[in-house]
């Protein structure tokens, strides 16, 4: 099968690219002709004659730049363009889009609505029904849009000033009167609860198709030996994690060792922090490669995700089961299908210093009942996160909409 996916980054820098990659990768070794569409960047990780990449857009630029990046923030006629000349040159049966809002635009669905191409769609975030994308408002999760619509974005200022909140207002309210999600014939959802919002915000359950994630790290299964009084936290280094929760509630324990893995906006505040209130015991990893992300997740006796926003269904997570390691969570979004209490982890209340730094102590002090629960994580990423599981769901996807 001749498979087109369009996302707007093929470089590696969060879930989705995790997903688009590693997908690509299990159809290719599958027999598939894939063929990638994004945006240029120097660390995109395909190259070649399958792949056509538009500029990226800095929406931070100054001057007279930024207006004009915004308009094309709504809708963009270059993308369209290279998008149907790459659709008639790969001749693709599927066009699979991940995350395409700002850079690539729904200008794309545009093209192969034309072409007649059968159209799929996997959700990695709530960009369909909340124009920020992320369901938070002032540092808390938000539902508003998803009953008042986007004028609500522009109404609570979401995107911080009048300016930027009406932009993202605009943005869904146009491709809400245009229809331009109308084309996706099928939505592939990584976590149940993301299907319920979708619900929520118009879309027909029909379009639906629950496909969860994958671990790629799934088949090594952790030959590390943990080390003593040490846990590690994998992601983004900003607010919406709940990581200063975390730090406190670290800063507050007798002994361990806090990892963080990742870097983001909120890596100076984190470090001052720690230095003042956990000397010593707070290590900063910043960004790391694959394989040195699973070794650090391995060498710790449990991984922690203290994330106050609504998580989909974090790779995080599904790393570190797929590594033989526990996770303690908050209960946010999809993240209770994946960590269940005394299966595979423990669910801890979000924002409660007091709560996390009890749990994380009481986990500290039983490294047998985190390796009986690392042991349970593994079990279920192998029954239910495997790449080639993901492969099946996602070919069976494709087989429906060709059908």
């Keep these: 099968m001749?498979?087109?996916?369009?996302?707007?980054?093929?470089?590696?820098?969060?879930?989705?690219?995790?997903?688009?990659?590693?997908?690509?990768?299990?159809?290719?070794?599958?027999?598939?002709?894939?063929?990638?569409?994004?945006?240029?960047?120097?660390?995109?990780?395909?190259?070649?004659?399958?792949?056509?990449?538009?500029?990226?857009?800095?929406?931070?630029?100054?001057?007279?730049?930024?207006?004009?990046?915004?308009?094309?923030?709504?809708?963009?006629?270059?993308?369209?363009?290279?998008?149907?000349?790459?659709?008639?040159?790969?001749?693709?049966?599927?066009?699979?889009?991940?995350?395409?809002?700002?850079?690539?635009?729904?200008?794309?669905?545009?093209?192969?609505?034309?072409?007649?191409?059968?159209?799929?769609?996997?959700?990695h975030d709530y960009k369909l029904v909340c124009p920020r994308y992320d369901m938070m408002r002032q540092g808390s999760p938000c539902d508003a849009c998803l009953h008042e619509g986007p004028q609500a974005c522009l109404r609570y200022r979401c995107a911080g000033s009048w300016a930027a909140s009406a932009l993202l207002a605009a943005e869904s309210s146009l491709h809400a009167h245009r229809g331009s999600y109308d084309v996706v014939r099928l939505f592939l959802v990584p976590s149940r609860f993301m299907a319920g919002i979708l619900v929520r915000g118009g879309i027909d359950m029909e379009r639906l198709r629950h496909v969860p994630n994958f671990a790629d790290a799934g088949e090594q299964a952790a030959p590390f030996e943990p080390q003593p009084d040490r846990f590690v936290y994998a992601g983004r280094l900003s607010a919406e994690k709940g990581l200063r929760t975390l730090v406190h509630a670290a800063s507050r324990l007798p002994q361990g060792t806090l990892v963080l893995c990742g870097s983001g906006a909120l890596e100076p505040e984190l470090?001052?922090?720690?230095?003042?209130?956990?000397?010593?015991?707070?290590?900063?990893?910043?960004?790391?490669?694959?394989?040195?992300?699973?070794?650090?997740?391995?060498?710790?006796?449990?991984?922690?995700?203290?994330?106050?926003?609504?998580?989909?269904?974090?790779?995080?997570?599904?790393?570190?089961?797929?590594?033989?390691?526990?996770?303690?969570?908050?209960?946010?979004?999809?993240?209770?299908?994946?960590?269940?209490?005394?299966?595979?982890?423990?669910?801890?209340?979000?924002?409660?210093?007091?709560?996390?730094?009890?749990?994380?102590?009481?986990?500290?002090?039983?490294?047998?009942?985190?390796?009986?629960?690392?042991?349970?994580?593994?079990?279920?990423?192998?029954?239910?996160h495997t790449l080639e599981q993901h492969l099946d769901a996602t070919e069976r996807a494709y087989a429906e909409v060709l059908a």
């Design 271 to 384: 470090r001052a922090l720690a230095a003042a209130a956990a000397p010593g015991r707070i290590e900063f990893r910043g960004h790391l490669p694959a394989e040195a992300l699973w070794r650090e997740i391995g060498l710790a006796q449990f991984s922690v995700l203290p994330s106050e926003c609504l998580e989909n269904a974090p790779f995080a997570v599904l790393e570190s089961m797929a590594l033989g390691r526990a996770v303690l969570a908050t209960g946010v979004g999809g993240v209770p299908e994946l960590v269940i209490p005394g299966l595979s982890g423990e669910l801890v209340p979000t924002g409660d210093i007091a709560a996390w730094s009890e749990r994380l102590q009481a986990a500290l002090a039983a490294p047998e009942r985190m390796r009986r629960l690392g042991a349970g994580a593994l079990q279920a990423a192998r029954s239910h």
């Design 2 to 123: 001749r498979v087109l996916l369009a996302n707007k980054f093929l470089h590696p820098r969060g879930g989705a690219e995790r997903a688009v990659l590693g997908l690509g990768a299990g159809l290719t070794a599958r027999g598939h002709t894939v063929s990638y569409f994004g945006t240029a960047h120097p660390e995109n990780r395909v190259q070649g004659e399958n792949v056509e990449v538009v500029p990226a857009r800095d929406y931070h630029a100054p001057g007279m730049r930024r207006y004009r990046d915004a308009a094309a923030m709504l809708y963009s006629v270059a993308a369209r363009r290279k998008f149907d000349v790459f659709l008639r040159r790969t001749r693709a049966e599927v066009v699979h889009v991940h995350n395409i809002y700002h850079q690539l635009t729904p200008s794309i669905l545009d093209a192969a609505r034309a072409r007649g191409v059968p159209v799929l769609m996997t959700v």
